[in-house]
């Protein structure tokens, strides 16, 4: 048994922090929310602010941890590379973190290994192509985000600096815009190759820039899937990247296909769970072994294929929530309830009120209802 940190105390961390325990270790979590899941439930809860890291790394040599184990926000990750320092299992240099995490620097890095992203524009030249976006180099959740389909040097400027406010450093990035559907690249690395993935389509159905909606493809083109596994492993090989997890977000559009960002962390809103309840792999597990210095399984297993749809329960516009009223007869998986009746929901990003993990009877089923979720007629939202 090992004394073990996990850092994030959110919801969608909970699998991670099950599992450990599953796993017989002495788990601890910190974060500065008691009313966060893992706060209420853990025994061993630290109240304090993560992203200040000098507080973090005192926790860390106070209490002897012998592992580190990032959560599912990109700050627990980047707090602990900054007091890892080499000494935790898992955890790549803050160099290779940067030129993932931050937009801009992982553009830089695209443009090195010929990889397909989106063009990079200097904000004081006129692109050759609308429309633009401008975005923060390290926002996250849709925040800080315009789209312009159009010359307009006041937008522009207004586009920037709600860039600007919403980026920790004041840095922001203007590319072109791309439009396509969204999926996401799920991948484990052993000895920088891939040796277990999976494509996800993601899709808005609230805020264009969050993703609500998604499901496990798979009849994936051996083609696009190939690319992919070639772009992490090149990236994976020129930033010496530790095993593990390398999640990458991308757009495609018949044969054309653009990186759009990439992590390291596990992602949110129990993404986790959608790859298991569908393929039967064990996602979690595969992610937390490289932190405890163990290498992620070779797995010779069969996966499923269950139909599943994962959704993110958010609204428009501020109301307050009363009830879900489902128009259409669904089985549900699960659901994770994240408000409470009465509470005063804000728009997407900033609420959510569940989500929902929802079995078809089969692909034909699944193809209804992820239309009828799209269509904003799966459900009412009451308050």
């Not at 499923?304 to 501020?318: C, F, N, S």
């Amino acid at each position: 048994m090992a004394k073990v940190l996990l850092v994030d105390t959110n919801f969608s961390s909970g699998p991670i922090y099950g599992a450990l325990i599953d796993m017989g270790h002495e788990v601890h979590v910190v974060g500065n929310n008691p009313d966060d899941y893992l706060a209420k439930v853990s025994p061993n809860y630290w109240n304090l602010n993560y992203a200040d890291t000098d507080a973090l790394a005192e926790l860390v040599r106070e209490n002897d941890f012998e592992y580190l184990v990032p959560g599912c926000t990109d700050r627990s990750y980047a707090s602990c590379v900054a007091v890892s320092g080499g000494r935790f299992p898992g955890i790549d240099n803050v160099d290779a973190y940067e030129a993932i995490f931050n937009k801009s620097t992982f553009r830089t890095l695209a443009d090195k290994l010929n990889l397909p992203v989106p063009q990079k524009l200097a904000p004081d030249l006129h692109p050759l192509r609308w429309p633009v976006i401008v975005k923060p180099v390290d926002a996250f959740s849709g925040k800080g985000i315009t789209v312009l389909h159009e010359i307009d040097a006041p937008a522009l400027e207004e586009a920037v600096d709600k860039a600007r406010n919403a980026s920790l450093t004041g840095e922001y990035l203007i590319e072109e815009f791309v439009e396509g559907q969204l999926h996401s690249h799920t991948a484990f690395l052993k000895d920088g190759r891939v040796i277990q993935d999976f494509m996800v389509q993601e899709d808005s159905t609230v805020n264009p820039f969050v993703v609500d909606t998604s499901r496990v493809l798979s009849n994936v083109s051996s083609k696009l899937r190939e690319r992919l596994r070639n772009c992490v492993e090149h990236i994976a090989r020129e930033l010496s990247l530790n095993d593990g997890l390398l999640h990458t977000q991308f757009m495609s559009n018949d044969d054309d296909l653009w990186l759009i960002e990439i992590t390291r962390r596990c992602p949110g809103d129990l993404y986790s769970q959608l790859i298991e309840l569908t393929t039967g792999y064990p996602y979690v597990r595969s992610y937390i072994l490289p932190f405890l210095g163990e290498q992620a399984p070779d797995l010779d297993c069969t996966l499923r294929g269950e139909p599943i749809m994962r959704h993110t329960v958010t609204l428009h516009a501020a109301q307050s929530l009363a009830y879900l009223h489902f128009k259409l007869a669904i089985q549900i998986e699960r659901w994770t309830p994240l408000s409470l009746v009465g509470d005063q929901l804000k728009p997407s990003p900033f609420s959510r009120v569940g989500i929902l993990f929802c079995r078809a009877t089969d692909q034909q089923d699944l193809d209804l209802i992820y239309q009828k979720t799209l269509q904003r007629n799966l459900y009412e939202i009451r308050g």
